[in-house]
């Protein structure tokens, strides 16, 4: 298992960008299909974004398709999350996860999930 550390999140205002990231401990990091899932108040807990473990493959929710890029560099252990045209109902706290299931089964559903960051807040103002 990794243990994930997130970073980047903040105030922006609409249209604007923040680039989120995720740090990895252990060595296993490459093995692991790395995701984001954002929850805001009262809401439940949503996919965002996900990438396998070499990088090769990745998936987006419709919610933020062309909009965010997911990434990551397994040479330094870490995954990124490249948001631009943000709007105010991107408001929430970001989520880095991790999971050893491929990434075909990795779906969206965050129980499916084992390994989580602690989160990091971003928000949009109008």
């Known amino acids: 298992q990794v243990q994930l550390v997130e970073s980047g999140g903040g105030l922006v205002q609409a249209g604007g960008s923040l680039r989120l990231s995720c740090a990895a401990s252990?060595?296993?990091?490459?093995?692991?299909?790395m995701g984001w899932f954002r929850q805001a108040s009262g809401k439940a807990r949503e996919f965002v974004a996900s990438i396998s473990g070499s990088g090769d493959r990745t998936r987006y929710a419709d919610s933020v398709k062309g909009r965010f890029t997911i990434s990551r560099d397994n040479a330094k252990n870490t995954v990124h999350l490249q948001m631009n045209s943000l709007k105010p109902e991107d408001t929430a706290g970001y989520y880095c996860a991790g999971t050893v299931l491929s990434f075909s089964t990795a779906d969206t559903n965050w129980l499916r999930w084992a390994t989580w960051g602690q989160g990091t807040q971003v928000t949009v103002s109008s």
């Open positions: 252990g060595r296993t990091f490459s093995t692991h299909v």
